[in-house]
DNA sequence: CGGGGACTGT
DNA sequence: ACAGTCC
């Protein structure tokens, strides 16, 4: 983005100051649009969405009567008395729109960055480009409102882009209503920040641009600090203690004077905000990173009722888990203590590795038999010991539950393994021998986590071995075998579904400049491999981040794989009997084959 | 003051 | 790992 700029930068006529173009939309009062969709009945009433005690949100009905936004129940219902309240606490309707909301996005295939439920950015930037080579100037007209009609237009270009940008806004809202139901309101500028805080001007159902001219004028209308995205209470109880209280004082105060109450980092970035500055890029939204649940309450002070609480989260969780598809290696477990001080936030947490194995794939997902539960709970109780002194008294308001890192899962639909090992010429880089017993015991085992890994080891017989102390394993004897039809079994995939997102393919061209100092586990000992001796280990150099890999594997290849793929296959390496492999004899991996892979991983120019 | 998550910093 | 901050 920067370097486009800095390319041209001597010549001022061609310079693009402000290069990009980002809308952000908004589902207006997404959880009532959500039940109102449900229950179209709701829509001529007033609608309050109910979390607890609390009326998190309601629709434009309801706010004719002034019912705001996390109010209490009690208080709304003075004001509005035939308010029909919708139970909002379980989120699975919300969050399944909010995917819808977000897969329709995708169809212009520009970065699409999720905020919350209810909101995302769209970096149109390549998109408008390509329409201003496609289509004369002078059609092109404006949709929706602007905030400030210019009397100059900006010499870089961006008052034609973000015009552009305005119709796409309008197609987008457009489709979002055709195909899902949904009203919108959406704002058009060149920046993330100018995007977000223009959006809510004409809110709801339609939409505003914000030209870069005004963004300093624009942000000294706002009241507070605090309406700056980023700027939260304790920011802005840091700022109003130096007397900084709106967006105007904070335009006018130095960077330095900033400095001395903030990161240097930090206080740039504030200055920046303060004039509708904002560089940040829109992020495409991938899976997520945690996949959790909380519940919150008056006072639970008994460790029987904890352990149903922790209970029934873990039954909501698992199906979570299980629409997810990938595999949790490790497990959260968070509590808030009743204090009389804090309200809402002080939470503690603790969380330990789970063992894959505890999950199977059944029909593609991942599941927990019986026994499974029973020891996940076993943990969960172990970490809520460590948080809780049983010996005293306690009180909580609240115990939350996630499944925080994620292995990709190794095999059923969708996995990227699953595609791999149907297809021939991959098989030979998962390939397994069935003759390397004596190296066999002489694999390193050690885990891809660093041995001064703080690790809480709750292990005893009934879970994982701590990464401390790697267990050999005989993962030849261990090993399960497939039978001939899994083996032989066509692609079920497209090469088409086989898209890796955009991280993923920078990390492979990352990867291949780097491969050098990855090395995850130094080792400690010299003691390996009799592994070195395959006929088909064709390069003894050291290096590269494939310690790990058995002789047979092209090094040049795996370092090429994805990242998250790399650690399927050095996990099911590690532990052959957690996956389901291919049984056939080793083979080097030959060129053409190679290349035919890689071509689905590395990015076309 | 609900129910999720992401990111940052140590 | 875990707390803090932000949405």
């Not at 899902?180 to 060149?190: C, E, N, Q, R």
């Not at 039809?485 to 088409?496: C, Q, R, T, W």
Request: charged share 25%; aromatic share 4%; hydrophobic share 35%.
């Amino acid at each position: 983005m920067e370097s486009s700029s800095s390319s041209c930068h001597k010549h001022s006529s061609t310079s693009v100051e402000h290069p990009k173009a980002i809308i952000h939309i908004d589902i207006d009062c997404f959880y009532a649009q959500v039940e109102m969709l449900r229950n179209p009945e709701l829509r001529s009433q007033p609608v309050g969405i109910q979390q607890k005690n609390i009326v998190v949100t309601s629709n434009y009905e309801a706010r004719k009567y002034g019912i705001k936004k996390c109010m209490a129940v009690t208080d709304a219902i003075k004001i509005c008395p035939n308010l029909k309240l919708v139970n909002g606490e379980d989120l699975h309707n919300y969050r399944a729109a909010s995917n819808n909301i977000f897969a329709a996005l995708q169809h212009w295939k520009c970065p699409v960055e999720k905020l919350g439920m209810d909101e995302n950015f769209i970096d149109v930037t390549n998109l408008v480009e390509e329409r201003i080579k496609s289509v004369k100037d002078d059609k092109i007209t404006f949709v929706g409102h602007i905030y400030e009609e210019s009397i100059t237009e900006c010499l870089c270009g961006c008052h034609l882009r973000l015009k552009i940008a305005s119709q796409m806004a309008k197609e987008m809202r457009k489709k979002l209503f055709d195909e899902l139901g949904f009203t919108t309101s959406a704002g058009i500028a060149h920046n993330k920040l100018l995007a977000k805080l223009i959006c809510p001007l004409h809110k709801p159902n339609d939409q505003t641009t914000i030209f870069p001219e005004h963004g300093a004028s624009f942000m000294s209308t706002l009241q507070s600090v605090r309406s700056i995205p980023s700027i939260g209470s304790k920011t802005t109880e840091a700022l109003i203690s130096q007397n900084i209280i709106t967006v105007s004082d904070l335009q006018k105060v130095s960077v330095d004077l900033l400095k001395k109450h903030f990161s240097s980092d930090m206080a740039v970035r504030l200055k920046n905000l303060s004039i509708g500055e904002d560089n940040t890029p829109v992020k495409q939204t991938g899976k997520p990173q945690s996949i959790g649940l909380e519940d919150s309450f008056k006072t639970v002070s008994v460790k029987s009722e904890v352990e149903e609480r922790f209970s029934a989260l873990l039954q909501r969780l698992l199906v979570l888990v299980r629409e997810d598809g990938r595999i949790p290696v490790s497990l959260r477990v968070t509590l808030r203590k009743k204090d009389v001080k804090r309200l809402s936030s002080h939470r503690e947490s603790r969380q330990c590795q789970v063992s894959p194995s505890i999950f199977t794939i059944n029909h593609g997902a991942p599941t927990v038999t019986e026994a499974g539960q029973q020891k996940l709970m076993t943990l969960i109780m172990r970490l809520f010991n460590k948080l809780i002194d049983l010996s005293k008294p306690f009180h909580l308001t609240l115990v939350g539950l996630a499944f925080t890192k994620f292995q990709e899962r190794m095999t059923g639909r969708g996995s990227i393994v699953n595609y791999l090992m149907n297809d021939i010429s991959v098989q030979s880089v998962l390939n397994i021998t069935n003759d390397c017993d004596t190296s066999a015991s002489s694999m390193d085992y050690s885990a891809a986590s660093p041995s001064s890994s703080t690790t809480t080891d709750l292990s005893d017989g009934e879970v994982e071995p701590s990464p401390k102390k790697p267990k050999k394993v005989n993962w030849i004897a261990k090993r399960r075998c497939l039978s001939k039809e899994e083996v032989a079994s066509p692609s079920k995939l497209k090469v088409g579904e086989l898209r890796l997102n955009s991280r993923e393919l920078e990390k492979v061209s990352e990867l291949r400049l780097n491969s050098r100092d990855r090395s995850l586990t130094p080792r400690a000992s010299p003691a390996k491999d009799n592994l070195s001796d395959t006929d088909t280990m064709k390069d003894g150099s050291e290096g590269g981040n494939c310690d790990e890999c058995p002789s047979y594997v092209d090094k040049e290849v795996f370092n090429a794989l994805p990242d998250e793929m790399q650690q399927e296959l050095k996990a099911m390496w590690k532990n052959p009997s957690n996956s389901e492999l291919p049984r056939s004899s080793p083979r080097i991996m030959n060129k053409a084959k190679s290349n035919t892979i890689l071509k689905y991983f590395v990015p076309h120019k």
